[in-house]
């Protein structure tokens, strides 16, 4: 089974990644492989997070 990827919709900062910035159009996480929570994922398609809107979409 394939993973699911992501694409930043807006520019965010990841409070739970050290800050980190993703510019829109950057693919989510980065580095790729790296392991997200499926909660965190979760929380950044919907609206249930700081920026009051979905941060990220699934491509």
Avoid at 7 to 30: H, M
Avoid at 32 to 43: S, T
Wanted: charged share 45%; glycine share 4%; aromatic share 6%.
């Amino acid at each position: 089974m394939t993973k699911p990827k992501y694409e930043a919709l807006i520019k965010f900062k990841d409070k739970q990644d050290d800050s980190k910035v993703y510019e829109k159009g950057d693919r989510f996480p980065k580095p790729a492989n790296k392991k997200i929570e499926d909660e965190r994922i979760q929380e950044l398609l919907s609206s249930d997070n700081k920026a009051g809107k979905p941060v990220i979409k699934e491509i």
